[in-house]
């Protein structure tokens, strides 16, 4: 059974920073391009990076860019995302998905979501 289990969100004032991880099981972790996907409160999805199986390749959605840095670890099945310089507008449900085939490249596409983790910046 694959599981995606977040942790990692929490309260940051603006300009401060948070690190998400993301645990991966049931699946091989290291064949899978990943993604994290945030959903802010009454909007909809908004992709925000992505990192390819091995790690080498990274994509960033503008909005991000710069601030935000994905990363994986494979020996530990785990996914992370360090957000730096959070803005109010960063405040949303962070999701990690997994990529649908093995070794794929962009356009990503997701067979399998985690629960979330909330990020909410505030001063």
């Known amino acids: 059974e694959v599981q995606l289990v977040e942790s990692g969100g929490g309260l940051v004032q603006p300009g401060g920073s948070l690190r998400l991880s993301c645990a991966a099981s049931g699946f091989t972790f290291s064949s899978y391009a990943m993604s994290w996907v945030r959903q802010a409160p009454g909007k909809g999805l908004e992709w925000v990076s992505a990192?390819?199986?091995?790690?080498?390749?990274?994509y960033y959605a503008d909005s991000v860019k710069g601030r935000f840095t994905i990363s994986r670890d494979n020996a530990k099945n785990t996914l992370y995302l360090q957000l730096n310089s959070l803005k109010t507008e960063d405040t949303a449900m962070y999701y990690c998905a997994k990529d649908l085939a093995p070794y794929g490249l962009p356009p990503w596409e997701y067979n399998y979501w985690g629960q979330g983790t909330q990020v909410t910046v505030s001063s």
């Open positions: 990192i390819n199986s091995g790690g080498g390749s990274t």
